[in-house]
């Protein structure tokens, strides 16, 4: 018996021993990595929607910087500097952008900012950073007035040497909408609607433009306000007025609830729009009469990019509460952008950054070149994305599945 | 602190008095211990030597077991890109018409090239527009390894005037891809260059007023 007792007390004991080693080997390949790049911490600010109807883009945008500041870390791609990000609230307003911009100009470790989304918001922070020599690239403007100028139709004359971008402009996102709807929807007669802003009246005027070029029919337009729910009045115009497809120019939260009054109006036509309402809420206040509705979006679907897999699997693993949103592949890459931009700096400074550090990123932005999320990032003469893709995409069984792709190459 | 104070003794340091070393026991003395122990012990040292040999061998298999990288569901592995990825379409200049070409056509080149992965081949070009049609030159379809590229002639026929977009800002062209990953359809947007020349052509197509 005390023999047994000795054999199995000897057995566990080894069994248990190689067990221990067997964990042993294993965890001492998995270790985890702090994240920290140490020395020297530079701020990204970040400036969104972080709250009320837009809050959607808004949060997957900051999440997609901080993620991209957490990767340089990990990989520790600037030797000697730890990047992190500040995210201030714009509420798409404006004015807090304009405050936002002000915050961040005053605090000395902010060398570069990602946003806004909202064309309208940029407009009021330009200034403020270019006086301040404060790079800033937005991953969601589209206003071709914001890198080409006011007269941009006309006479390209870029404003702001810090503003740089990685979405596509309204330019070629309106008349590549035109295009579509025009030949290949065959729709001929649209009634275009916008919602007063910098962004949708843009949008709204680009597409305009070609569907006349190209033969089509404006057989009415309206204006409404961003602030109203009830669209019923236009609703009913666009009804009576024969469209067969009608071009919102503005966002989702107004955009879904007149495509449904339209078509509970009894006008059952699709309606197109740009980027502003390609978010899944669009349809869950469009109701189930948005299929057909339409929308093109700047960039490739980042679902089908090799160069996206990385970063989806990485957001993924983050654990992000929210989700990325159509811009959270441009919002990484405009972060990053920042960050190459950065280490260019440091490294031509002997591994330091410079007393006038904002400047020489600003002016290191435009010769930045890495392949990104969403493909090749590199900016023209006016700061926009060299990389120019589209993509149309339809509502379907109540999601959006993209239709027709593009690339702009003039 | 300075002095010296007393020096511990080393690893291997012995005394030089106090107990007398003992004198090593002779090889022979030792196995004789050993036999009778095992004599005494017999079951338990057979015992404790097969758990050893189980031990020893078990820890060789699973030391030489094959080494497979751990599954990363989150992980893709790189993948034969999606053709319009690798395809650049940019319009070079215009061309004189072939002199077959039927009246109120016109050319130009475009330059297709493939910055990376398998072959891509081209096996439709088309244009969007009612009232024009067009033929290629390579015809298609014809194949583009990467880091090549192709330099196609097309030539378009306008059909109906009153269907050809005069003055279109952003004219595309529709080109059909294939590679060993998927069949794409992409508009290649070919800038105001091509919007100019695709206007002035029209314009002289059809300024008789035909069509």
């Known amino acids: 018996m005390r023999q047994r007792s000795l054999i199995a007390i000897t057995a566990a004991l080894a069994a248990g021993a190689l067990t221990l080693t067997a964990c042993g080997s294993r965890d001492s390949g998995d270790k985890k990595d702090s994240g920290e790049g140490g020395g020297t911490t530079v701020v990204i600010g970040v400036d969104v929607p972080l709250t009320g109807d837009l809050s959607a883009m808004g949060l997957g945008i900051k999440n997609s910087a901080d993620l991209a500041a957490n990767n340089a870390n990990k990989q520790k791609l600037v030797k000697g500097v730890n990047f992190k990000i500040e995210a201030l609230d714009d509420q798409a307003q404006p004015s807090a952008g304009q405050q936002n911009a002000s915050k961040f100009v005053s605090e000395k470790e902010v060398l570069g900012v990602v946003g806004p989304l909202n064309s309208s918001v940029a407009e009021s922070m330009q200034k403020v950073f270019d006086d ?5 690239v937005s991953p969601a403007n589209t206003g071709p007035a914001l890198t080409q100028g006011p007269d941009w139709q006309t006479k390209k004359v870029r404003g702001y040497k810090s503003y740089f971008r990685t979405a596509t402009t309204d330019a070629i996102q309106g008349p590549f909408a035109a295009q579509y709807v025009f030949n290949e929807a065959k729709k001929k007669k649209v009634f275009v609607i916008d919602d007063k802003k910098t962004y949708g009246s843009g949008l709204a005027a680009t597409f305009t433009d070609e ?19 009830d669209f019923s009045a236009v609703a009913t115009k666009v009804k009576n007025s024969g469209a067969e497809v009608v071009y919102y120019g503005g966002e989702y939260p107004q955009a879904g609830p007149l495509s449904k009054q339209i078509k509970a109006a009894g006008a059952k036509i699709p309606l197109v729009g740009g980027d502003g309402i390609k978010d899944d809420t669009f349809m869950k206040l469009a109701g189930s009469e948005a299929t057909g509705d339409l929308a093109t979006s700047v960039g490739a679907p980042v679902e089908d990019l090799p160069s996206a897999k990385q970063f989806v699997a990485d957001y993924k693993a983050a654990g992000y509460k929210e989700e990325y949103s159509a811009y959270g592949g441009y919002a990484y890459d405009s972060a990053w952008a920042v960050i190459e931009a950065v280490k260019k700096v440091v490294d031509a400074n002997g591994g330091e950054l410079p007393s006038d550090a904002r400047a020489k990123i600003t002016e290191a932005m435009q010769g930045v070149s890495f392949d990104g999320v969403t493909g090749k990032v590199s900016f023209d003469e006016f700061g926009d994305a060299t990389n120019k893709q589209l993509t149309v995409y339809a509502v379907k069984n109540g999601a959006w599945v993209p239709v027709k792709s593009g690339t702009y190459s003039g | 602190m300075s002095g010296i104070g007393p020096l511990e003794p080393g690893e291997g340091t012995r005394a030089w008095d106090g107990h007398p070393q003992q004198e090593p026991r002779p090889a022979g003395r030792t196995r004789t211990a050993l036999a009778a122990w095992y004599g005494r012990h017999r079951r338990i040292t057979l015992a404790l030597l097969a758990v050893a040999v189980v031990l020893a061998g078990g820890g060789y298999l699973y030391a030489t077991r094959p080494q497979q990288p751990p599954p990363h569901p989150d992980r893709p592995r790189a993948e034969t890109p999606y053709p319009v990825q690798v395809v650049d379409v940019t319009y070079l200049d215009g061309r004189t018409t072939p002199a077959g070409a039927p009246p109120r056509s016109f050319s130009f080149a475009v330059l297709l090239s493939v910055t ?7 096996t439709r070009v088309t244009q969007p527009y009612a009232g024009l049609s067009l033929v290629t030159e390579p015809q298609v379809p014809f194949l583009t390894k990467a880091g090549s590229a192709h330099k196609i002639t097309i030539t378009m026929h306008v059909t109906k005037c009153g269907k ?5 800002a952003l004219p595309f062209l529709d080109v059909t891809l294939r590679n060993a990953r998927a069949m794409q359809v992409q508009s ?24």
Not at chain 1, 211 to 229: C, M, R
Not at chain 2, 189 to 194: A, E, H, S
């Open chain 2, 164 to 168: 050809a977009p005069r003055n279109a």
């Open chain 2, 116 to 122: 990376s992965g398998p072959p891509v081949t081209v």
């Open chain 2, 188 to 211: 290649f947007i070919l800038g105001p260059r091509y919007a100019r020349h695709l206007s002035q052509a029209l314009e002289v197509a059809c300024s008789n007023g035909s069509g």
């Open chain 1, 211 to 229: 569907f006349k070029k190209l033969g089509g029919k404006v057989v009415g337009t309206e204006h409404i306000n961003p602030d109203a729910k």
């Open chain 1, 132 to 136: 301040a020599k404060l790079v800033q």
